[in-house]
């Protein structure tokens, strides 16, 4: 099965021919050998965030998690789209600023008009051209945002205001994932379209930092998002629930008269060390790869995608078998 769209890239040339002294035409010279056709598979993702800023925030930490994790594995993470690489790349600069200036100005999402964005990045491996997964990511923002019908994964961007029963009540964007979430097709095994409940802007306190960094035990452990998404999904819809921490130094602070959170910069922590942002992207392929997708990289590099996937699991949670949680309407649980 493949992971959504196919197709190969092909040019069409005229052969040369070898001429006599006079110039006569004679028989076409053999042909010189022709570059390889580049196979690329498309994997389309649509991201349901706050706004667009927090989704930009997460995508670009992303990656930054996944060029430095694949890259030690022989994988090629890049940006095509100038555009959008233009904008992770002054986010990046934002980010870096507001760190190494020590800033103590709130962190803060303005009103947006821009409800729908996309960005596209190719997964391929190293030093091979022929081969390359395209990763597309349509970001949808606010409110009103809706499940698009056709995707090969769904993220859902949680916030600070979603992880707290007291902060949750009244807000209209952690209402809406919760109505998102009712709204999940039952899970099909021929097809999985994996669906991601990203928990980000998660409390710290001071004696621990703050901060989440390679495991998500202390985030999981936390009963107050899974008071607040208590019995959204149906049952056999699938859907897990990761964290992320999109920004390394930035704390929770409170809500604006908005309802938007308000971040500030950590006590004990001044740098920008964004963590597991990569995971959604590296569990949401090896679902397709386990729902009958065949490993697209496996014939041209060594262990293939899925033991990329794996090496990935191990660096972050010191463990290659790591699985997530499912989100289930009675209960949690791990996946078998």
């Known amino acids: 099965m493949p992971f959504g769209i196919f197709y190969a890239q092909n040019r069409k040339t005229d052969k040369p021919v070898r001429t006599d002294n006079e110039g006569g035409r004679k028989e076409p010279l053999p042909s010189p050998p022709q570059p390889e056709q580049k196979v690329q598979r498309t994997f389309n993702i649509c991201l349901i965030a706050r706004t667009q800023q927090h989704a930009v925030e997460f995508l670009c930490s992303m ?45 803060v999402y303005g009103e947006e008009s821009e409800t729908k964005s996309a960005y596209t990045f190719e997964l391929s491996p190293s030093g091979v051209q022929t081969r390359s997964i395209q ?27 979603a992880l707290l029963p007291g902060r949750a009540e009244g807000d209209a964007y952690s209402s809406r994932l919760r109505e998102l979430l009712l709204q999940l097709p039952a899970w099909d095994e021929k097809n999985p379209r994996p669906v991601c409940l990203i928990l980000s802007q998660f409390e710290g306190t001071e004696s621990d930092n703050g901060l989440w960094r390679t495991r998500s035990e202390d985030v999981m ?16 819809t699938r859907p897990v629930v990761l964290a992320a921490q999109i920004y390394g130094g930035l704390r929770f602070d409170r809500l604006d008269d908005a309802g938007r959170p308000v971040l500030r910069l950590s006590s004990t922590s001044k740098t920008y060390s964004p963590s597991g942002c990569h995971i959604p992207l590296l569990y ?31 660096e972050q949670y010191s463990n290659p078998s790591w699985k997530p949680e499912f989100l289930e309407r009675e209960k949690m649980h791990k996946i078998s």
Not at 81 to 106: E, G, P
Not at 221 to 236: A, C
Not at 300 to 313: N, P, S, W
């Open 135 to 161: 990763i597309v990511i349509q970001v949808y923002s606010g409110e009103r945002a809706a499940i698009p019908v056709s995707y090969d994964a769904l993220w859902f961007l949680a916030d600070a205001a």
């Open 221 to 236: 452990k936390s009963i107050g998002w899974r008071r607040v998404f208590s019995g959204t999904p149906n049952k056999g």
């Open 63 to 107: 990656n930054e998690n996944i060029n430095r994790s694949t890259g030690r594995r022989g994988i090629s993470w890049y940006c095509p789209d100038s555009a959008a690489m233009s904008r992770l790349s002054a986010q990046r600069q934002k980010f870096n600023m507001f760190f190494r200036t020590f800033s103590s100005d709130d962190w």
């Open 284 to 314: 949401s392929l090896q679902t397709r790869m386990a729902g009958g997708a065949n490993d697209f990289f496996a014939d041209v590099m060594e262990g293939g995608m899925f033991g990329m996937i794996l090496g990935c699991y191990e």
